[in-house]
């Protein structure tokens, strides 16, 4: 009886840690529907800029450590749907991320929302298929001495 009482406690707990924690179910949903772009697909859009759109889905922590693009447009992916409606309607987009999966469900709803989109993309897998990313080098710190010496004079 005991062991039975065990072998049921156990699945039960290897169910649940399947399922995920309480609140977490549908966060990850499914796959996302956007086709991973390569290194040469991106490199064959970004020859026409004009035509084109980078948005990119990631903290700006996230952009500053492993670098991006020189031009695109940063929306966090949870910001995406309130910001719709100042996406310009007239390019084709590359929803950017890091490995093409936030980015995938950002292509999922823009691609909801009537957007034209390329696909998704993940600026570490474009680096790591020969690609160049932008590296953003923030500005230093306010000099806190300079700023306090010009405060008093």
């Not at 707990?13 to 924690?21: K, L, P, R, Y």
């Not at 590296?135 to 230093?140: A, D, E, G, Q, T």
């Amino acid at each position: 009886m005991k062991k039975l009482i065990l072998m049921t406690l156990l699945a039960a707990a290897i169910a649940f840690g399947q399922s995920g924690a309480p609140g977490q179910q549908g966060k990850k949903g499914p796959a996302s529907q956007a086709k991973v772009l390569t290194r040469a697909e991106i490199d064959n859009l970004l020859t026409k800029p004009d035509q084109v759109l980078i948005i990119d889905v990631r903290r700006p922590d996230e952009v500053k450590d492993i670098g991006g693009f020189p031009v695109y447009l940063s929306i966090q992916i949870g910001d995406l749907e309130k910001s719709l409606a100042w996406i310009p309607r007239d390019r084709t987009i590359i929803a950017l991320s890091n490995h093409a999966a936030r980015g995938g469900r950002a292509a999922d709803i823009l691609t909801k929302a009537g957007f034209k989109v390329a696909g998704a993309a993940g600026a570490e897998d474009y680096e790591a298929q020969g690609g160049t990313l932008t590296k953003i080098v923030p500005p230093p710190p306010p000099n806190s001495n300079a700023n306090a010496s010009a405060k008093k004079q």
